[in-house]
């Protein structure tokens, strides 16, 4: 029986996550849940997991938490301590799944803890991976990515030599906005830079999604998780979402993963790692798809690929930088401060201030948290005057 902790349970990963157990759930004893403030999700995935613990965001609704799960053999914490004080807990998989920036520290400390950190959180590779690799290898601990696209080129690569890999391929979907013309995206609404296609995921993710910057997200990603030279990194429009990745060889020979685009996939392979699971995955019906479609992603409506490779050249904190601007004017746009085409421009304003800071090169959360802090505030004063 493996002991699994849950980050960021009351999500789309964690809620996927919980179907997966529930296939067979005598393989894995729960030991604890995080959850932000969907007090009722949490305790209804309480109740059939049976964890030891459970963590909430808020220590204002810790009174409610205890009423719901009344009864129950669970010990109920809040707070930001109290989540940190969870990824200490020694188990052999922590899913990391808690979204933004305020994922990266449990991740960072579940790297000491843990003996396999499975991934979900972005911004831990795009804002500290090098922190985050230091740690995976001073503890001997396995890092196995979740998100779909980079577990399809962790799969591709097995038994591979990573000197012999040509191109990383990273599929996008293409989002909502894929035949949208530019012109009709300065008016876009939240709501309608929120409907995704083919995946149900919370709105930030979505709009995210419908920008680009998801997936400008993952190409960082892959540069941290895979050590591999940007310039290797490409991004290929594929509506059907069937081909999730594809790693190109010296030889001209690609590898490709495929399957239906459902995250049961990534998290069970995640979970059963080195061995392979039924996730309730559907099996793809060769005879029934008529067509796979690529193209190239059109850089002008999305600006976003072309700011992640900006930064990934840029090095250093950089990535700390892409983040904390894409997420504070994400906020921007939710709060409907500007419109959804400004966020690439606030974004490349602060990697262009980044090139006139002084940093240094000492990693610590601490500097984190103030890249982090000071980023969102240039954007919000950035976005002021020129909005």
């Known amino acids: 029986m493996k002991r699994l902790a849950v980050f960021g349970a009351t999500g789309s990963i964690g809620g996927t996550c919980a179907q997966v157990l529930a296939r067979d759930p005598a393989k894995f004893d729960v030991v604890v849940l995080t959850g932000g403030r969907n007090l ?3 305790a209804e995935l309480a109740r059939a997991l049976s964890p030891r613990a459970v963590v909430i965001q808020d220590e204002s609704d810790l009174a409610a938490m205890r009423a719901l799960l009344s009864g129950m053999d669970i010990e109920v914490s809040a707070g930001r301590a109290a989540l940190l004080d969870a990824a200490r807990r020694p188990v052999d998989i ?19 803890h843990a003996d396999v950190v499975a991934l979900a959180n972005k911004e831990t590779m795009v804002c500290a991976g090098p922190m985050m690799r230091r740690a995976c290898a001073q503890h001997a601990t396995t890092l196995l990515p979740v998100d779909s696209e980079h577990s399809a080129l962790f799969q591709c ?34 709501a309608q830079a929120a409907s995704h296609p083919r995946w149900e995921m919370g709105m930030r993710i979505s709009i995210d999604s419908a920008s680009l910057f998801n ?11 895979f050590d591999i030279a940007p310039e290797k990194i490409e991004v290929v429009v594929h509506p059907q979402s069937i081909i999730h990745s594809m790693i190109g060889f010296v030889d001209g020979a690609i590898m490709a993963h495929m399957g239906p685009p459902d995250m049961a996939g990534a998290i069970g392979y995640a979970l059963y790692y080195p061995d392979r699971c039924d996730a309730g995955l559907a099996r793809l019906d060769f005879s029934a798809l008529s067509r796979l479609d690529f193209q190239p992603p059109d850089a002008q ?23 904390a601007a894409k997420e504070q004017a994400l906020d921007l746009f939710l709060e409907n401060r500007i419109s959804f085409v400004d966020m690439s421009g606030l974004v490349e304003a602060a990697l262009d201030d980044y090139t006139r800071q002084k940093w240094g090169d000492a990693w610590s959360v601490e500097k984190l948290n103030s890249i982090d802090a000071q980023t969102r505030v240039f954007v919000t004063e950035t976005a002021s005057k020129a909005f």
Not at 307 to 323: E, I, P, R
Request: charged share 15%; aromatic share 6%.
């Open 40 to 42: 009722a999700r949490l």
């Open 301 to 323: 409506k999305f600006p976003a690929l072309g700011l992640a490779t900006k930064a990934m050249t840029l090095s250093g904190f950089a990535g700390t930088v892409f983040n």
């Open 157 to 190: 690569l097995l038994g591979e030599k990573m000197p012999e890999v040509e191109r990383m391929i990273l599929t996008a979907s293409g989002g909502p906005f894929l035949n949208t013309p530019l012109a009709e995206l300065h008016s876009v609404t939240p």
């Open 215 to 225: 997936k400008a997200m993952e190409m960082i990603e892959a540069r941290e998780l």
């Open 94 to 112: 922590s899913l990391q799944a808690i979204v933004g920036f305020a994922g990266v520290e449990t991740s960072l400390i579940a790297a000491a």
